[in-house]
């Protein structure tokens, strides 16, 4: 989000977590304390995105698959990205409780 406010058009990466540095102390953390960081991210993220004018919410950055989006088009697709995960969290707990 900040990169495409800064920058003209910026290409974004595909996102791994192994080459994440910042990733490892995560799979370390208790779940409880995992929700609630997530819990505030998404709070700043939503305080951010609220405080952002049309003219900033059509500014767009390049997806390495999918190409040009808007910032609005981006929170979409994180939205639909992150359903994915919890499907999986849901299917794999299914799976522990009925195996």
């Given at each position: 989000?900040?990169?495409?406010?800064?920058?003209?058009?910026?290409?974004?990466?595909?996102?791994?977590?192994?080459?994440?540095?910042?990733?490892?102390?995560?799979?370390?953390?208790?779940?409880?304390?995992?929700?609630?960081?997530?819990?505030?991210?998404?709070a700043?993220?939503?305080?951010?995105?609220?405080?952002?004018?049309?003219?900033?919410?059509?500014?767009?950055?390049?997806?390495?698959?999918?190409?040009?989006?808007?910032?609005v088009?981006?929170?979409?697709?994180?939205?639909?990205?992150?359903?994915?995960?919890?499907?999986?969290?849901?299917?794999?707990?299914?799976?522990?409780?009925?195996?």
């Amino acid at each position: 989000l900040e990169r495409i406010l800064a920058e003209d058009r910026p290409a974004l990466p595909r996102y791994a977590a192994e080459e994440d540095a910042g990733w490892p102390p995560w799979t370390l953390l208790p779940a409880g304390e995992v929700l609630s960081r997530l819990a505030a991210l998404r709070a700043q993220l939503v305080k951010r995105v609220e405080d952002l004018s049309s003219d900033e919410l059509a500014r767009t950055g390049v997806h390495s698959r999918f190409g040009e989006m808007t910032i609005v088009e981006w929170l979409e697709f994180f939205l639909l990205h992150e359903a994915h995960h919890l499907m999986l969290v849901l299917q794999r707990s299914r799976q522990l409780i009925h195996p």
